[in-house]
Protein backbone atom coordinates (compact mmCIF):
# COMPACT_ATOMS: atom_id res chain seq x y z
CA UNK A 1 0.00 0.00 0.00
CA UNK A 2 1.14 3.52 -0.59
CA UNK A 3 2.69 5.28 2.60
CA UNK A 4 4.22 8.24 3.14
CA UNK A 5 6.02 8.09 6.51
CA UNK A 6 7.74 11.31 7.47
CA UNK A 7 10.42 11.72 10.27
CA UNK A 8 10.30 12.57 14.19
CA UNK A 9 9.34 15.84 15.78
CA UNK A 10 12.16 18.21 16.59
CA UNK A 11 12.60 21.51 18.82
CA UNK A 12 14.58 24.05 16.54
CA UNK A 13 15.78 27.84 17.84
CA UNK A 14 14.79 31.03 16.44
CA UNK A 15 17.23 31.69 13.55
CA UNK A 16 17.91 27.91 13.45
CA UNK A 17 17.11 25.59 10.29
CA UNK A 18 14.72 22.50 10.08
CA UNK A 19 14.86 19.91 8.01
CA UNK A 20 11.95 17.18 7.22
CA UNK A 21 12.01 13.96 5.53
CA UNK A 22 9.56 12.09 3.98
CA UNK A 23 9.85 8.71 3.14
CA UNK A 24 7.56 7.37 -0.09
CA UNK A 25 6.58 3.31 -0.56
CA UNK A 26 3.94 1.60 -2.55
CA UNK A 27 4.54 4.01 -5.58
CA UNK A 28 6.84 4.48 -8.63
CA UNK A 29 8.24 7.77 -6.51
CA UNK A 30 10.06 9.09 -9.29
CA UNK A 31 7.08 9.81 -11.81
CA UNK A 32 4.81 11.90 -9.16
CA UNK A 33 5.62 15.34 -7.35
CA UNK A 34 5.82 16.01 -3.76
CA UNK A 35 3.82 18.66 -2.19
CA UNK A 36 4.94 20.25 1.06
CA UNK A 37 2.25 21.67 3.52
CA UNK A 38 1.87 23.10 7.19
CA UNK A 39 -0.77 23.98 9.75
CA UNK A 40 0.01 25.82 12.55
CA UNK A 41 -1.46 24.64 15.41
CA UNK A 42 -5.38 25.31 15.52
CA UNK A 43 -5.30 26.80 12.02
CA UNK A 44 -5.92 25.77 8.45
CA UNK A 45 -3.60 24.25 5.87
CA UNK A 46 -1.10 26.31 3.87
CA UNK A 47 0.61 25.08 0.93
CA UNK A 48 4.61 25.59 0.70
CA UNK A 49 5.29 24.17 -2.62
CA UNK A 50 6.35 21.19 -4.25
CA UNK A 51 8.92 19.32 -6.48
CA UNK A 52 8.88 16.83 -9.48
CA UNK A 53 11.00 13.83 -8.49
CA UNK A 54 12.52 13.15 -11.63
CA UNK A 55 13.45 16.59 -12.89
CA UNK A 56 14.20 18.27 -9.77
CA UNK A 57 12.05 20.76 -10.75
CA UNK A 58 10.06 23.26 -7.48
CA UNK A 59 7.80 25.65 -7.38
CA UNK A 60 7.29 27.06 -4.10
CA UNK A 61 4.66 29.39 -2.53
CA UNK A 62 5.66 33.43 -2.90
CA UNK A 63 6.14 33.20 0.98
CA UNK A 64 8.58 30.43 1.30
CA UNK A 65 10.39 31.17 -2.00
CA UNK A 66 13.32 32.84 0.18
CA UNK A 67 14.03 30.27 3.09
CA UNK A 68 12.97 27.16 1.74
CA UNK A 69 14.63 24.24 0.12
CA UNK A 70 12.85 20.82 -1.42
CA UNK A 71 14.96 18.38 -2.61
CA UNK A 72 14.76 14.49 -3.50
CA UNK A 73 16.43 11.34 -3.20
CA UNK A 74 15.74 8.48 -5.56
CA UNK A 75 17.51 5.90 -4.53
CA UNK A 76 16.16 5.65 -0.69
CA UNK A 77 12.65 7.04 -1.91
CA UNK A 78 13.09 9.94 -0.07
CA UNK A 79 11.86 14.15 -0.09
CA UNK A 80 13.38 16.78 2.20
CA UNK A 81 11.62 20.01 3.52
CA UNK A 82 14.24 22.42 4.59
CA UNK A 83 13.31 25.72 5.69
CA UNK A 84 15.56 28.30 7.35
CA UNK A 85 16.00 31.49 9.69
CA UNK A 86 13.04 29.92 11.38
CA UNK A 87 10.82 32.00 13.39
CA UNK A 88 8.36 31.14 16.35
CA UNK A 89 5.10 31.11 13.87
CA UNK A 90 7.31 28.85 12.16
CA UNK A 91 6.00 26.35 14.66
CA UNK A 92 3.65 24.32 12.62
CA UNK A 93 2.73 20.45 11.77
CA UNK A 94 4.32 19.78 8.36
CA UNK A 95 3.00 17.42 5.78
CA UNK A 96 4.24 15.66 2.82
CA UNK A 97 1.87 14.30 0.07
CA UNK A 98 1.93 12.79 -3.20
CA UNK A 99 1.28 15.01 -5.90
CA UNK A 100 0.87 15.32 -9.37
CA UNK A 101 -0.13 18.13 -12.65
CA UNK A 102 -3.91 17.97 -12.63
CA UNK A 103 -3.91 15.90 -9.38
CA UNK A 104 -5.29 16.14 -5.68
CA UNK A 105 -2.99 15.37 -3.15
CA UNK A 106 -4.18 11.79 -2.65
CA UNK A 107 -1.81 10.67 -0.29
CA UNK A 108 -0.20 12.05 3.29
CA UNK A 109 2.20 11.31 5.39
CA UNK A 110 1.40 11.66 9.28
CA UNK A 111 3.07 15.42 9.66
CA UNK A 112 6.09 16.03 11.70
CA UNK A 113 5.31 18.86 14.40
CA UNK A 114 8.73 21.45 14.70
CA UNK A 115 8.61 23.56 17.38
CA UNK A 116 10.39 27.04 17.70
CA UNK A 117 11.22 27.88 20.83
CA UNK A 118 14.14 29.74 22.49
CA UNK B 1 -2.68 33.66 -5.68
CA UNK B 2 -6.83 32.24 -5.65
CA UNK B 3 -7.81 33.14 -2.60
CA UNK B 4 -10.10 30.47 -1.75
CA UNK B 5 -13.20 31.37 0.93
CA UNK B 6 -15.15 28.52 2.77
CA UNK B 7 -18.11 29.14 4.74
CA UNK B 8 -19.99 29.09 7.46
CA UNK B 9 -16.94 29.06 9.22
CA UNK B 10 -18.22 26.40 12.22
CA UNK B 11 -21.69 24.44 11.10
CA UNK B 12 -23.82 22.73 13.85
CA UNK B 13 -25.79 20.06 12.59
CA UNK B 14 -27.10 16.56 14.56
CA UNK B 15 -26.32 13.42 12.79
CA UNK B 16 -28.95 12.75 10.33
CA UNK B 17 -28.87 15.81 9.18
CA UNK B 18 -28.01 17.37 5.79
CA UNK B 19 -25.07 19.47 5.55
CA UNK B 20 -24.17 21.93 2.96
CA UNK B 21 -20.42 23.69 2.62
CA UNK B 22 -19.17 26.47 0.62
CA UNK B 23 -16.15 26.94 -1.14
CA UNK B 24 -15.83 30.35 -3.34
CA UNK B 25 -12.60 31.32 -5.38
CA UNK B 26 -11.32 34.52 -6.33
CA UNK B 27 -10.20 33.62 -10.06
CA UNK B 28 -12.02 30.42 -12.12
CA UNK B 29 -10.74 27.33 -11.08
CA UNK B 30 -10.33 25.59 -14.50
CA UNK B 31 -11.04 22.22 -15.08
CA UNK B 32 -12.75 22.14 -12.11
CA UNK B 33 -9.77 21.34 -10.36
CA UNK B 34 -11.15 21.86 -6.78
CA UNK B 35 -10.63 19.42 -4.11
CA UNK B 36 -12.29 18.82 -0.62
CA UNK B 37 -10.17 17.24 2.69
CA UNK B 38 -11.40 15.79 5.95
CA UNK B 39 -9.27 16.50 8.79
CA UNK B 40 -9.81 14.93 12.22
CA UNK B 41 -8.38 15.68 15.64
CA UNK B 42 -4.49 14.44 15.49
CA UNK B 43 -4.77 12.69 12.02
CA UNK B 44 -3.04 14.32 8.85
CA UNK B 45 -6.11 15.30 6.15
CA UNK B 46 -7.82 13.26 4.02
CA UNK B 47 -8.67 13.26 0.39
CA UNK B 48 -12.41 13.11 0.13
CA UNK B 49 -13.70 14.70 -3.64
CA UNK B 50 -11.28 16.03 -6.50
CA UNK B 51 -12.51 17.08 -10.16
CA UNK B 52 -15.45 19.19 -8.00
CA UNK B 53 -17.79 16.18 -8.30
CA UNK B 54 -15.89 12.80 -7.93
CA UNK B 55 -15.23 10.61 -4.82
CA UNK B 56 -12.25 9.63 -3.89
CA UNK B 57 -11.43 5.79 -3.11
CA UNK B 58 -13.25 5.03 0.51
CA UNK B 59 -15.41 8.13 0.43
CA UNK B 60 -18.86 6.73 0.84
CA UNK B 61 -21.86 8.12 -1.44
CA UNK B 62 -23.55 10.33 0.98
CA UNK B 63 -20.82 12.72 0.37
CA UNK B 64 -21.03 15.01 -3.18
CA UNK B 65 -19.49 17.96 -4.53
CA UNK B 66 -20.84 20.13 -7.33
CA UNK B 67 -19.95 23.07 -8.89
CA UNK B 68 -18.04 25.40 -11.26
CA UNK B 69 -15.96 28.34 -11.97
CA UNK B 70 -15.61 29.99 -9.08
CA UNK B 71 -18.53 28.49 -6.58
CA UNK B 72 -18.62 24.57 -5.63
CA UNK B 73 -20.37 23.13 -2.94
CA UNK B 74 -20.10 19.83 -0.64
CA UNK B 75 -22.81 18.35 0.23
CA UNK B 76 -23.13 15.50 2.72
CA UNK B 77 -26.87 14.03 2.52
CA UNK B 78 -27.00 12.10 6.12
CA UNK B 79 -24.67 13.35 8.72
CA UNK B 80 -22.85 10.23 10.26
CA UNK B 81 -21.24 10.79 13.81
CA UNK B 82 -17.79 10.01 12.29
CA UNK B 83 -18.15 12.71 9.42
CA UNK B 84 -17.87 15.73 12.35
CA UNK B 85 -14.45 17.17 11.58
CA UNK B 86 -13.02 19.92 9.51
CA UNK B 87 -12.89 20.29 5.79
CA UNK B 88 -11.13 22.13 3.41
CA UNK B 89 -11.38 23.28 -0.29
CA UNK B 90 -8.13 23.61 -2.00
CA UNK B 91 -7.73 24.44 -5.98
CA UNK B 92 -4.97 22.70 -7.79
CA UNK B 93 -5.27 24.45 -11.31
CA UNK B 94 -2.68 27.31 -10.81
CA UNK B 95 0.12 27.54 -8.24
CA UNK B 96 0.50 28.56 -5.63
CA UNK B 97 -2.50 25.66 -4.54
CA UNK B 98 -4.59 26.96 -2.17
CA UNK B 99 -6.73 25.68 0.91
CA UNK B 100 -9.81 27.88 2.35
CA UNK B 101 -9.55 28.20 5.96
CA UNK B 102 -12.04 25.59 6.70
CA UNK B 103 -15.54 25.25 8.02
CA UNK B 104 -15.43 23.51 10.87
CA UNK B 105 -18.56 20.70 11.10
CA UNK B 106 -19.68 19.97 14.88
CA UNK B 107 -22.33 18.26 16.83
CA UNK B 108 -25.42 20.41 17.66
Known amino acids: QIQLVQSGAAVKKPGASMRVSCKAS????????ISWVRQAPGQGLEWMGRIAVNTGKTDFAPKFQDRVTMTTDTASNTAYLELRSLRSDDTAFYYC???????????WGQGTLVTVSS | ENVLTQSPGTLSLSPGQRATLSCRAS???????LAWYQQKPGQAPRLLMF???KRAAGTPDRFSGSGSGTDFTLTISRLEPEDFAVYYC?????????FGQGTKLEIK
Open chain 1, 97 to 107: ARDDPGDPLDY
Open chain 2, 27 to 33: QSVKYSY
Open chain 2, 90 to 98: QQYDSSPKT
Open chain 1, 26 to 33: GYKFSIYE
Open chain 2, 51 to 53: GAS
